[in-house]
Structures are given as C-alpha cells and as structure tokens.
C-alpha cells in the first residue's frame, strides 16, 4: 500500500533539508504518532519505515515520545512480576 501526500515545493527548504530528509522525517513522524497512539509495536512502526527496533526507540526522544508508557496499574503489575 502506498500514501500519497501533496506537498508544497518550498516546504523542505522552509524546514531547513532537504526533500528526501523531508520525506525521511514526515515517514518517522508518522511511525512514532502511530506508535504513541498504541496502533503499532516499536517494531511495526521500525518495520513501516524501514529501520530496526532499537535505532527506532533511540529517535523517540526527538518528538517527546517516552519508550515506554505503563499507567500506574500498568507499572504495579510489571513491580510485581519483576
């Protein structure tokens, strides 16, 4: 499957890189919002934009994403299986 998204010939240098950077950010962007909404795993979000699952959990911090976001019950149960 693919997406197709219309964007405007001066926003790469608005963004300051250049038009495959553009595109290389806009397909992480996408894989990391994906992946803080819970649709998709480290590794499925990694997969879709062709990176692996380590070096994809080590980009998070550059859009605010924590690795890991356990809810306080979340975070209890895992104590008590540790």
Known sequence: MQILVE???????AAQCTPHQF???????M???????KRLSSGMAALLIGMDRVQFLGELH???VPMI???DSELAQDILNA
């Open 69 to 71: 976001d356990l809810d």
């Open 31 to 37: 894989a990391v919002k994906l992946f803080e909404m």
């Open 23 to 29: 595109m290389q950010d806009a397909k992480l962007a």
């Open 7 to 13: 964007v405007p010939s001066h926003l790469p240098d």
């Open 62 to 64: 550059r859009f605010g």
